[in-house]
């Protein structure tokens, strides 16, 4: 079943139309790789996701207040500028 | 129906790819802080050295020999931006012990927010000398808690020499800094007031980080001026924390004659492993293969294992 809009005919997909009528030849594959696309972008989207490198652990800078900072990287911190051993 | 079902498919995949696209969006920020900022990178660990020298710096054109220009407001008004926020500064530090207000009121006209914060913290150390309140408040009124943190550590080392328990007090609230001023306040006043300072420690107040560097700056700030006086210092330390009074001994010893410092670390009995690691710690910094030999030669194994894992670090 076509329906003209614009002069152009396009294929509806509407339950009960797709199997009874061929898609236009020069749609299908401009459908096929789009899906494709889609599928693609969104499979690698997850694996980014899945794959993503943890969370680096928190600088000790100074805009995070004395009780924020892990005791042992202040340390490092402090051992690093000649303030402890 | 008339509804045109093509239409509406290219709308429901549009619509799913910007979805999508507004669902990645905090992750691609967060990845782009990753690559923005090199881990491991100095400045990435510690975002803001304090200052312990701050008392000495001069700002241009303020004392000392030579002739140097006064700076004024309008000569730094007609100067390249880059620059003109550092006359600011400077004009700020210049006026800062006569007139604070003024001082605040040209530290407003600094441009970077970053430096117009240190522009105040310094107008607040200049004045702490002359008139304690004007700093406080102004220490008070910076928004960012590093600046804060900065300036009331400022305002400790300007105070350091005269009146210990306020310097001490100062520390309490220099947030990040509280350790660091400790150390540095309690440092400064050794040089002149030892007894003042020995008091201070062995108060023993906080925990083991707080109370042993507390010692540290002891033993480190009186070697840079003799180390046998650092040492006798030391030797009234807590037990506990005796090796890292030794080690700030060696590091500050170290910091004008390393090859000296050695020869004097061999005759500290038990603690001359401490002492080495000390100078080891100093050298990292200009000889790291000579610190990394004599972090190899210590005896005591934990001390060479931690010195090791410094040099190398």
Known sequence: MYRKRGGMAIRGFLPGEADHAKVPSMRKPVLVAFGTLLALASTGAMAWWKLRPADPPPAPTAERGYDDIQRDEYERWMQDLGYTE | ?313
Not at chain 2, 70 to 83: I, S
Not at chain 2, 118 to 125: G, P, Q, R, S, W
Not at chain 2, 126 to 133: E, I, Y
Request: hydrophobic share 45%; net charge negative; charged share 25%.
């Open chain 2, 1 to 313: 129906m008339r509804t045109p079902p093509f239409v509406l498919l290219c709308l429901a995949c549009f619509g799913a790819l910007l979805g999508l696209r507004f669902a990645l969006e905090p992750l691609s920020a967060r990845v782009a802080a990753v690559f923005a900022e090199p881990r491991g990178a100095p400045e990435a660990v510690m975002a803001l050295p304090p200052k312990p020298e701050g008392l000495d710096a001069k700002p241009p054109g303020e004392g000392g020999e030579g002739g140097a220009a006064l700076l004024t407001l309008e000569a730094c008004e007609a100067m390249a931006k880059d620059v003109r926020d550092v006359c600011l500064q400077a004009v700020a530090r210049q006026s800062a012990a006569r007139d604070p207000d003024h001082a605040v009121d040209v530290c407003a006209k600094v441009a970077d927010a970053e430096l117009r914060e240190e522009c105040n913290a310094d107008v607040a150390e200049t004045v702490a000398p002359v008139d304690r309140a004007v700093g406080e408040r102004i220490c008070e009124g910076l928004s960012t808690v590093k600046w804060r943190g900065q300036c009331h550590f400022g305002m400790g080392l300007a105070l350091a020499e005269t009146d210990v328990p306020y310097a001490v007090g100062r520390c309490e609230r220099a947030e990040a800094f509280r350790d660091f001023c400790r150390h540095d306040v309690v440092g400064e006043a050794a040089l002149v007031d030892l007894e003042a300072a020995v008091a201070v420690c062995a108060k023993e107040e906080g925990d083991a980080l707080t109370r042993k560097t507390c010692w540290h700056g002891i033993g480190k700030y009186l070697a840079r001026r003799s180390a046998p006086e650092a040492a006798a210092a030391c030797a009234r330390s807590t037990p506990d924390w005796r090796g890292n009074c030794f080690h700030g001994l060696g590091w500050g010893a170290a910091e004008r004659d390393p090859d000296a410092t050695l020869a004097f670390c061999a005759d500290q009995g038990p603690y001359a492993d401490n002492c080495r690691q000390g100078v080891a710690h100093q050298l990292k910094r200009f000889d790291p293969t000579r610190a990394v030999a004599l972090c190899e030669a210590i005896a005591t194994p934990a001390i060479r294992d931690r010195c090791l894992a410094f040099v190398t670090r």
